[in-house]
């Protein structure tokens, strides 16, 4: 007769700020949906920004087969660091404003169709990437979503009208500043509106930037737009939402895996949403299944 298996440690690691205010409690739907035959489980609360990375690290060296993020991609991003080079997976239950990673992987975003998933866990490996060694594992980027990462990081309105209202108010005083990006053995020289790096499909809220990503393939899809007037940048919206940006004349892609950038100007870049600062000169590099995860679209 073979041994039921034991169940496994499973760390939650939830950020109470993550997403748009919501009465759900985190804990108590855990408490009543997470199979306990399957998962013994552990729970944490973020004190502060970047503290998932560390709680995220000692639940993999405290043996944790799964350590899930409980917020959004900047959540998701913290423990996924914290998770390279460990032999722990991450889980993802979706709670953030864009849920770009979790959305990309198949994973409900209601709360209690993703303890399912956890519930009968199928483990596959992704691709991770990094700009100027900040890690991301959604998209990465520079110039206009660059700027809006670091406006959204100071404003304390979350959720996606927030989100649109930000974007059209930044667009008007946006300037595309001249870059080359060195792809593939070619140089392309321009003034660029954004300079995207996707490993997942899309930024988060269904908005594709890059829909034909394969986050298991060994390769960065590079976006590039060039400097773009209002009706270019509201076709532009459009493309991004109806995943026919692939196909518009105002975005260039390329895929590889590695890309450098030197711009003229210091630029704000992005990793994951999350805001990284200003660069002139950028690395952006993949490496291929370096993250396990718990997700139905991986194998
Ligand atoms: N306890 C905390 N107090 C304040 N900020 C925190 C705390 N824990 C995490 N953070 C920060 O909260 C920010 C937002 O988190 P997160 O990205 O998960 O949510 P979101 O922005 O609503 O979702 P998304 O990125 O999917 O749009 C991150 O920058 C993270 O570092």
Redesign the pocket.
Known sequence: MTQPQAPEKACFIL??????QSSINVPELIEAYLDRTVWEPELV????????TALAKEAAEAGARIVVAV??????N?VARGLLNTSSALGILPK?????LARHLGIPMVLTQALEIINQPSFGRIDSCSINGHPFFCTGGIGFDGLISSVF?QSTK?GLSSYIQLIIREFRSFQSSGATVRVNGKELTSDFFVMAFANASQY?NNAFIAPMANIQDGFLDVCLIRKVGVAEAIQLGYGLMTKQIATSSLAEFHTCSTVQVNSEVPQHFHA???YRGQATDFEVQLYPLSLEVLAPLVN
């Open positions: 950020n109470p700020k993550s997403g748009a609360f973020t004190e502060h920004a970047g503290h998932a917020g959004g991609d900047g959540t998701v913290e953030g404003s864009g849920n770009g990081a979350r988060g994951d949403g999350e």
